[in-house]
């Protein structure tokens, strides 16, 4: 029997079902039912969850979105009113921004800058950088609200605050030999100075054995040394309670810690001080618009939207066209929620580098019923060395594009209810593409999908899922230099291809479960989406 991920290589075909062979009676059903044995409805009608002998196991990713899930996005009453010049209006829509974040915060916000219908020509990027601002249009279509931007290719829109971390609190180390994707707790050698609501950071190194381990220690390129993951891979977790010298965390940790490869006793715990990071930002009923232009990625392109050191904040109904990248957000942004977001482009990129219509580096992060349609495009890609839980939900991407991690290692991706249907979803490891971006992703699950084909593939001493996914399941082999082709990499845990399990959503079961059915009205669903 496989007792633990380590035992996972890339040489070992052994299935993880091995691994359940205890929980067979409990899915007896399960192949009439269309029910994950991983996750399924038990008869109570509530998830029951099965993992690993070490414990690794599908976490909660209901924590993804503004306030934590679950929470209605607020309508923030109009400070000032901006009507369209004819001329540019850079100046005069900042001007009405830089004003409102003058006012005092009442309940966490200051007041929205509204734009009146018709169309605003703008040269320069528009920036917040203050907690309780919204910027909001008066809609998407003709009779709404267009930012043209016109000159040369640039950022449209910009939130930024200045993320801060410090560490002068407590400091211990975890004595757990292993800890398990999707723990909730973990035993340090003292936990005398942590508390209950305390911001601790866990940190663990990409050590060289671990590197190996991975088969990332021989990527190489012509005349170019690779660096895969290098130095610390830290997450925030807030502590919901302490017992003894055990660290409970409100939300479960998205990677797992081995000892055999960290070094006993390596991984560390600080209570940090978090501060910089701007709340309450919401850019809505807007649509950007941008020159179409078909150029090289690597050559000066327009952007829609950054958003940088942001927490508790949100996109609504915003339409981004012909921007050659759609929305980013760095490893600063936490809580952050994409409500009907679209990205359309009509030319594209000449290069092999690719752009990104939504690219995410951060945590707790929610792209609800977003959707966008082009070619030779990243839909929705994660980045470098972040935790989530990230989670993608009913959204609609059509085109010869991909949805797919980027680089790097990503952890806690939960791509739930999205439709891919001209193109691919992919799980992977990108090996030598890019600047060797390697396995991009782990830990993650594609639920209940729809895509022409899926690759997903299975990372040493880790898991991904395909559950209840419709579409081509295939396999490949990791990108190397030269088109030098090697042996198709293990598949992920595939389970119920080309037919959907119960429940319809994880995402929406498991916010169900934690908060009850106002959260899914809050967010917009009925008990029946789940």
Known sequence: MLRDPSQITHSSRLLIALVLASFLPLFACASATAQSRWVHLGPDGKLVYAHLTTGDRIPDFSFSGYKAGGVALPTVPTAITVAPSGADDTTAIQKAIDKVSGLPLVDGVRGAVELAPGVFHCSGTLNIAASGVVLRGSGTGGDGSTLQETGDPRLALSVAGKLNVSAPGAATYATDDYIPFGATSIHVRSASGFHPGDIVRITKQATPAWVKAMGMDELERPGRNEHWVQGDLSVRRRVASVAGNTLTFEIALMDSYDAKYTGAGQVR???????????????????????????????????????????????????????????????????????????????????????????????????????????????????????????????????????????????????????????????????????????????????????ARFTIQQPPMSLNWSIGDVGQQQQQPMPTSGGKKGPDLPSGQIESPGKHVRPNSLYLQQLYERLGPAALKNIGYDADAR
């Open 269 to 451: 715990v600080d209570r940090v001080n978090v501060s910089g990071q701007i709340a309450n930002v919401g850019i809505e009923n807007l649509r950007v618009e941008a020159p179409a232009r078909s150029v090289d990625f690597s050559a000066p392109h327009s952007s829609g939207l950054d958003i940088r050191d942001a927490v508790d904040s949100w996109v609504r109904s915003v339409n981004f066209v012909d921007n050659t990248e759609g929305v980013t957000l760095n490893s600063g942004t936490e809580r952050i929620t994409l409500l009907q977001v679209d990205v359309t482009q009509h030319k594209f990129v000449t290069s092999p580098a690719k752009p990104f219509d939504f690219s995410i580096n951060g945590s707790q992060i929610l792209i609800d019923r977003c959707s966008g349609t082009g070619d030779l495009v990243f839909y929705v890609a994660t980045q470098a060395r972040q935790q989530g839980p990230v989670v993608v939900l009913h959204s609609t991407f059509h085109g010869n594009g991909h949805l797919e991690p980027h680089q790097r290692w990503s952890t806690g991706l939960l791509i739930d209810n999205t439709a891919v249907p001209d193109s691919e979803i992919n799980l992977i490891n990108r090996g030598t593409m890019g600047s060797g971006h390697g396995w991009t992703i782990a830990w993650s699950v594609s639920w209940n999908n729809t895509a």
